[in-house]
């Protein structure tokens, strides 16, 4: 079974500062990674992903995430956050490979930007 | 544009009345997914389907019920067997297998 932990329900931040918005995973293979957003009453939008290559990996809107195999980590980072970053991010996780199964979602966290 | 359409955006209902929720992709994708969402649980996956005429059960997949008789639509409906039916429900698609996944806006239940 595949499992991913956001051990933070909410980041708080001050404009301009660096953010980090935590994700680790359990996958029995390679992991396929993924950082989503959501904005009130709307889907998800997606970020970043992570399937294989250069562990830091560019994403939307100035985001980046690093892929560290040793800590089965994919934290989201940016260097200077905006009020606009403020929202409910996901992070999620499959196993590398064919097949049509689903992703596996964290439970998310709320990054709130302070003026 | 090509996206993915959930309607309606809010629908109420009785307790005990089934329900459909509608998503229809014009991406072109073969795979389909619904997720339930509920505040601080993060998304459950209720079915998926992978080509027409066929979809696998989710991890939540008890009271719900899904058809894929067209490429494009993926309906679920709600049945009165589902326990806790008010949610947020998310419809999404992807095309390959390392591809991510696109989402339609939601319908957000509410059951009574």
């Known amino acids: 079974a595949q499992s991913v932990a956001q051990p933070e329900d909410q980041v708080n931040v001050a404009e301009g500062n660096p953010l980090t918005v935590k994700c680790t995973y359990s996958?029995?293979?390679?992991?396929?990674l993924f950082w989503y957003v959501q904005y009130p009453n709307r889907g998800l939008q997606f970020l970043l992903k992570y399937i294989t290559g250069d562990n830091l990996v560019k994403g939307s809107y100035g985001f980046e995430a690093e892929f560290n195999k040793s800590q089965t980590s994919f934290h989201l980072k940016k260097p200077s956050a905006l009020v606009s970053d403020s929202a409910l991010y996901f992070c999620a996780v499959r196993l590398g490979g064919g097949g049509a199964d689903g992703l596996t979602f964290g439970k998310g966290t709320h990054l709130i930007i302070q003026p | 544009d090509g996206g993915i359409t959930q309607s309606p955006k809010y629908l109420f209902r009785k307790e005990g009345q089934n329900v459909t929720l509608s998503c229809e992709q014009n991406?072109?994708?073969?795979?389909m997914y619904w997720y339930r969402q509920d505040p601080g649980q993060g998304l459950r996956l209720i079915y998926y389907s992978q080509i027409v005429n066929d979809f696998q059960k989710g991890d939540i997949a008890e009271g719900y019920s899904v058809s894929r008789e067209k490429k494009e639509s993926f309906p679920l409906t709600v049945t009165s067997a589902q326990k806790n039916p008010t949610a947020f429900y998310l419809c999404?698609?992807?095309?390959?297998?390392?591809?991510?996944?696109?989402f339609g806006n939601g319908t957000r239940l509410t059951v009574t």
């Open positions: 991406l072109n994708h073969d795979a």
């Open positions: 999404a698609s992807r095309d390959r297998a390392n591809s991510p996944l696109h």
């Open positions: 996958v029995s293979g390679n992991p396929y």
